[in-house]
DNA sequence: CGCTAACCGAGACGGTACGTCCCGTCTTTAC
DNA sequence: GTAAAGACGGGACGTACCGTCTCGGTTAGCG
C-alpha cells in the first residue's frame, strides 16, 4: 500500500533468497528497503509475519496462457512442466524454496502457503494427465500418482541433486511415466 | 571419542530436529548434552562445522539386508522405496531434513553431504530398476529416469504436502512408473 | 543525558571502588546500575571508554570557597592540604585511586586524566606556597619543590603505608618542609 | 627451585611489568616460561599466590654498600634518594609498582609486602636523616616527617605525574627539606 | 490556512545468542 | 613420579539482532 510497504516486501524476498531463512534478519531487510527499523515492525510485528505476508507476493497465478485449441494433452503437460522446472530453475520462487521447506517445519502459516502453492499446481497436472489418459494419449493409470512422480522427480533434483531438471529432459520423463508417445 | 563429543553429536541432531536449522542454537545444545558452552566450541568452532559433523552421524549405511536369494527385482525395488518412505515419515533423519534442505543452500559443506546421501539411495535404485529392467520384470526404459520419478514422489510427498507417501502405496507408484506387474 | 547513562557512570566508579580495575566487570557495572548489559556497550563500546568517561565525573572541581580575606597563606596552605587528605581517606577518589595508578600506567586516557588531576590540585598548592614565601610567612625555597614534597608525604602514605596522613599530621608536615610558624 | 619454578616466578614478573595486574594472565605466564600450565597450577593454585610469591623474588634486600668512613649524612641521605629515584625510574620494581599498588589495595598479602618493602627503605632514611640532624648536618626536626616528604616526593612524582625524579634533583629537594648546606 | 493525524526515522532499552578468551580443576599420557 | 597436554564447566568479553518503546519531524487531509 504505502510506498515503505513495497519496498519492504520486495527487500523480504531478496533477503529471503540471499541469505535463507536461518540468516534472515529483519534488520537488512529494512536496510535493503532503506527504511527505519521501527516502520517494518509497524507493519508486521515479527519476522514471521513479515515473510508470510512476503510470500502471497509470489502467489499471483499468471492468467494460464491461452492454449492453442489443437494443443494435444501431452503438450500441456509439458508446458506445465517445463514452466515448473525453469520457475526452479530461475525465478525468485526457487531461491527461496529450500528456505519455504524449512520455514513450513516450524510455522503452520508457512506450511499453508507452500502446501496450497504445492496443490495448485499439482491440480492443473492432474488435469491434465487426466484429459490426456481419457483421450487416450496416454497409458491408463491414476493421475495423482502420475502427477506426483511427474512434479516430484523434478523437485527432487531441485532440491536434492546438483542436477535440476532441464527443459529438455521434460519429454523423457513423460515418455516414462506416462508413456510413450 | 571422548563422551562429551557423543553427548554433543546426539543433541545437535536432536536439535536439528526440534527447532531446525535456522533457530539452531549451540547454547541450547550444549544444555542437551548437558555440558559447557566452552566445551562445545572447543571441538567445533562454530555452528556450520558441529552440523556437518553431526550430519556425518547419520551416513553410517546399515549393512543392506541378506536380500533372499529368490526376491525379484520389483520386490527390490519396492523394499528401497518402503525403506525410504518410511525414512522420510519417522527416523531422524526426517525430521532434519527441511533443516538440510535449507542449510545445503547456503553451506556447501552441507550440500555435499546431502547430495551425497541423495546419491547412494538414488544408485541402489538404479541398480535395482536396471536389474528389473534387465529381466524383463519392468516396462523397457531409462532406469536413472524411472529412479527419478520413483525417489521424487516420495521426497515431494514429505516436503511438500501435508500427505508423505506411506508403505502401502508404493506398490500402486511402481506400477504406474515401471509397469503393471 | 539519558537516565540509564547516569545510573550506569555512578555504577562504574562504584565497581572500580569495590572491586579495583582488575576485577572490573562490565558484567557488574550493568548489574550495579539495574540495566541491560546491550545498552551499557550501545554507550561506551568497551570497559576502558566507560572508565575514562566515568572518571571526567570527579573531575568536577567544587569552587574554591571563598577564603576569608584575613587567611594567612599558611593557613591556605594546610587547608589545601587538609582537603587532599581528607580526599585521600574518605572519598570515592580515593578508592578508586590505587585503580587509577594501576590503569594509568596501561592506558593513555586514564594517564592523562590522572596526571591532569594530580597537575590541577598541586598547582593551587605551588601558587599558595609562593604568596606565603613572597609574604615571608615561608622559609625561602623553590614552591614547586615544596608543592612536591607535600603533595607527595600525603599521596606516599596513602598509597604505600597503612597510615595515611591525617589531618591534624598537617601543620607539622608544614612546619618541617617551609618553616617554622 | 626445580628449573620451571624459576623460569616461571620470573615470567610472572615479566607479565606484571608488561601488562599490569589487571590483565595479568596465567596462560601467558606458562607461556613466557615455555611451560605447561598445569605445571604453573601445581605450584601455586592461583593468581594470587604466584604473583605473591614473585614479589618475594624483588624482595632481596641488595646488602648497603660499604658507606666510606668518611661520608656525610648529608651524602648518605642523596644516596639513599638517589638509589629510590633510581628504582623508580629503571628497574622491574618500578614497572611493577602501580600494579603492586592496586593489587595491595585488593589483597591483603600483597598489602602487607608493598607496606613492608616500603618500610625497610623509608627506616633506612629515617635512620640517616636522624644522625645527620644529631651531627647538625640538617636543620632540627622529625625524622619521620623528613623521610615521608622526601620518599612521599619521590613517589608523588613517579606515580602521579610524567616526571619522575631523575638523580639531580635530589640534592635540590634534600636541601628544601632538610636545611641548606 | 492551520490543525490533526498518519506515517516515518532515529535510536534507547532489556534481552539472548554468538564466538572468543581465560579461569581453576581434573584426568590422561609419556618420558 | 614428575611434567606435558589438554578436556572440562564456568563466566566475562565485545558484537549483532531481536522485538518494544518513546521521541520529533514531515506530509496530507480536513475543517
Redesign the pocket.
Known amino acids: 500500500m504505502?510506498?515503505?510497504?513495497e519496498a519492504l516486501l520486495a527487500g523480504a524476498l531478496d533477503e529471503l533468497a540471499a541469505v535463507g531463512y536461518a540468516a534472515?534478519?529483519?534488520?537488512?531487510v529494512?536496510a535493503r528497503a532503506?527504511?527505519?527499523?521501527?516502520?517494518?515492525?509497524?507493519?508486521w510485528?515479527?519476522?514471521?509475519q513479515l515473510i508470510a505476508d512476503a510470500l502471497e507476493t509470489l502467489n499471483v497465478q499468471p492468467a494460464p496462457p491461452d492454449r492453442p485449441a489443437d494443443e494435444t494433452a501431452r503438450e500441456h503437460v509439458e508446458d506445465l512442466l517445463r514452466h515448473l522446472a525453469d520457475a526452479l530453475s530461475r525465478s525468485r520462487v526457487s531461491a527461496c524454496l529450500p528456505a519455504l521447506v524449512h520455514a513450513a517445519e516450524q510455522d503452520a502459516g508457512v506450511r499453508e502457503f507452500l502446501h496450497g502453492y504445492s496443490r495448485r499446481r499439482r491440480q492443473a497436472l492432474v488435469d491434465a494427465i487426466a484429459e490426456g489418459t481419457a483421450r487416450g494419449e496416454f497409458r491408463p493409470g491414476d493421475p495423482d500418482i502420475g502427477a506426483d512422480a511427474l512434479s516430484g522427480a523434478v523437485f527432487y533434483r531441485r532440491l536434492m541433486t546438483a542436477h535440476p531438471v532441464r527443459p529438455d529432459d521434460v519429454p523423457v520423463l513423460v515418455d516414462a511415466v506416462l508413456g510413450r508417445r
Open positions: 504505502t510506498r515503505s510497504r534472515f534478519s529483519m534488520e537488512s529494512a532503506g527504511v527505519g527499523r521501527s516502520t517494518l515492525y509497524r507493519h510485528g515479527d519476522r514471521l
